[in-house]
């Protein structure tokens, strides 16, 4: 079976309600994942009334999502596969965005 990691991307800063013109739908491979490193497939991703602000170009507690990033969320998270001492097959929950990837349970960029 073949595995995609499905992202969505933020393509324009919205102006008034968000329109679907907003956000660009991606996919590609799943990356292996490096030394302490797991993949994951995303089983839920929370919808929060705070992400609307990360969706403004302005100063928060978080920089916004910037254009062409994908969107952070809240996610429960099962591994699928594992280079850190979390088991194979766990559950976690993880903030890193709106995709299906490679990461690292402390944030760092793969």
Not at 32 to 57: C, H, K, N, Q, Y
Not at 69 to 94: C, F, K, L, Q, Y
């Amino acid at each position: 079976m073949s595995v995609t990691n499905r992202q969505i991307r933020m393509a324009a800063h919205p102006v008034g309600v968000v329109k679907p013109e907003d956000w660009e739908h991606c996919s590609g491979p799943v990356e292996e994942p490096g030394p302490s490193r797991f993949a994951g497939r995303t089983r839920v991703i929370s919808l929060d009334p705070v992400m609307r602000g990360w969706l403004d170009d302005c100063p928060s507690y978080l920089p916004p999502v910037a254009i062409g990033e994908v969107m952070r969320a809240g996610s429960v998270i099962e591994v699928t596969d594992s280079n850190h001492p979390v088991s194979s097959r766990a559950i976690t929950w993880s903030a890193p965005s709106a995709s299906r990837s490679t990461w690292s349970p402390t944030g760092e960029a793969p």
